[in-house]
């Protein structure tokens, strides 16, 4: 179904709360392309779409149609797909993009598309004459729950994930439920890695609710992927308007990410997705927080089924101890040398803490095929 | 006299006021090489100075000497010289040091050079990890006067000069008077560019002071450039503390910059040194200022001489009308194809205006050779 073809309905709206930079999730169907979901926004001449070749074809025309009763001119820069192109070269097209049609410092940008169009756009909109607004239009899972909302945005540099970047918050976030039903499998699996991740660290009824409805998750039934997206982000919201800035709490949104990232910088970006890196991250962090004593092997057990369970792989790369811990002293948390992990220190509960060296060793030795 | 060869003498200090980004301006001799000068600073465990391969002879070993108390590590960066290197390309030169010597976001950033140099690892320190604290040591009068206070930072991008950057607070700025004595007549005269700025927009006594004190300052006679920086950096701060994110007022800090940009574009970076730009923009802007009717022909007079006197080219580059038409538009100022001007609306006050086209047309043909 087209994201045209259907009345517009917003099924939730969740506040991101964070003073004068505060804005609104809407969580619904037949949203892209309506033109009221694009009222309200900061006036400019101009708005500038960017959007990968992936999904171009599948809603870039139905959005810019909605935005032209709103704009002048809506330009559009269409971006090659994937984590291997979230890079330098890459970002410079949406500034070619801007300079070339002379936008000004009142432009728009639009974000079309999964984590990778939404953390690039954001970046470009901090940096682009010093900072203009943008909108996160999340057409992932992943991007829904997780990577579009909050405000980090980045490019990798070869040796780290996100290394490059700026908090710059959007000014509103439209997930459109529409556009996951032409997502492919491995993606949806890969966003329900960020789905899960909520449980362990925040709220163990959501975890039972997503073991209950995963058969309904993962055959994309309405109801239950708009509960799904509608509970990560109000647990989002709840971490980042306490954190804005990573000082302390937000740390945690990143459990399974220092494995995870390991992984993704260790086989080359875009080998694995971000998300299936992070499902087999949660596992290893799992199996870390039971060495240090925090939770019981049944705990782990009990998730890591569920990760499996969601399409996600549950074994590393066999990169070597050494490479694991190599890639992971460039993690953003680590300090002086010491990485530091984000631990689940009991069910519903994280935190973060430096490990021994030789449990680390002995996690990625039983976690890697 | 190099800077560790005396004792280290504060002579003023002025402070930039921004609630919880606020920080200090210190002037004075013998600082750079002083231990003591790098107190107070946030803690870590690693800095990493970021130089140019002409300054880093003459003061990078003084200051990584002076460092090496306060921090386990002490990394460099040498960039090459000039703004012709204010590049993504140079810029990432800084992420692979931060990246290859594992830098944690503790790390704190020094910008040992001018304007470009300050730019740059500013720009640097916002982005890498989202944010690390970085200290600004400007060694030209250009970066002393007017580039290292205020947060600005950005690389340029080939169609505008700054368009890609952040505003990002240093904590500390130090003003090594003794660094100026190395300084190649061509920069000192640059530099004079934006201190004569600070008279037509704000203080015409500062300009009496100037004409008064030009000589000396030439002759680079400590007291009369003690007090040049000193006075530049006041109104500055002034400027800043009233309007951090250049939503008004601060605009008035680019008088002679829209027409500047354009020459320096139009050329190639690095052609024309920016306050040789500047000082000819200035009297581009003064001429429009005058065809408005804002100022007389006898003020424009006096500053022309005063900016040639200065040794600053008060002819501009012969690219025509429409070149420079073409590249004013994307000047940040520009809203919706307007160009925008600061022009002195009465000797000591600057606004920001429109201008007709014809007008800017006459200035360009009358002021190019």
């Known amino acids: 179904m087209s994201a045209a073809s259907h009345e517009p309905s917003v099924l939730h709206e969740v506040a991101i709360d964070l003073g004068d930079r505060s804005y609104p999730i809407r969580i619904g169907t037949g949203l892209l392309g309506a033109f009221g979901t694009w009222s309200g926004l900061p006036r400019s001449a101009a708005a500038l779409v960017v959007t990968n070749d992936t999904v171009a074809p599948l809603y870039l025309e139905a959005l810019c149609l909605a935005l032209r009763p709103h704009y002048a001119t809506v330009h559009k820069v269409v971006l090659p797909d994937g984590e291997a192109h979230k890079d330098w070269q890459t970002l410079n097209r949406i500034f070619d993009g801007l ?60 040796l780290g994930k996100n290394m490059v970047g700026a908090f710059h918050q959007p000014a509103l976030v439209v997930c459109d439920l529409d556009t996951l039903v032409t997502l492919p499998d491995r993606e949806f699996s890969a966003g329900l890695a960020e789905v899960i991740k909520y449980g362990p660290i925040a ?128 993690d953003k948390k680590s300090e002086a040398g010491d990485i530091r992990f984000v631990v689940i220190e009991a069910p519903g509960r994280a935190g973060v803490r430096a490990a021994p060296e030789a449990l680390v060793r002995d996690v990625v030795r039983h976690c890697t095929a």
Request: aromatic share 6%; proline share 3%; charged share 20%.
């Open 99 to 158: 300079l070339g049609h002379a936008c000004d410092r009142k432009t728009v940008l639009f974000a079309l598309g999964g984590g990778v169009v939404g953390d690039m756009t954001g970046f470009a909109a901090a940096c682009y004459m010093r900072g203009v607004p943008f909108v996160q239009v999340p057409t992932t899972l992943l991007a829904q729950v997780d990577s579009s909302v909050g405000g980090k945005t980045a490019i990798n540099h070869p």
């Open 203 to 330: 709220d163990m009824a959501f975890l039972d609710w997503i073991e209950a409805h995963l058969g309904e998750l993962l055959r994309r039934e309405s109801q239950a992927v708009a509960h799904a997206v509608r509970r990560s982000c109000e647990i989002k919201a709840w971490v980042v308007g306490q954190d804005e800035r990573e000082a302390g709490l937000r740390a945690i949104l990143n459990f399974g990410h220092t494995f995870g990232h390991a992984i993704e910088a260790g086989l080359g970006y875009g080998e694995w997705l971000h998300g299936e890196a992070v499902g087999c991250g949660m596992v290893m962090a799992l199996q870390l927080s039971q060495r240090l004593g925090l939770v019981d092997a049944g705990f782990v057990e009990r998730l890591t089924r569920l990760i499996e369970a969601a399409g996600l792989p549950v074994r590393g790369p066999a990169l070597g101890p050494d490479r694991y811990l190599e890639l992971m002293r460039l």
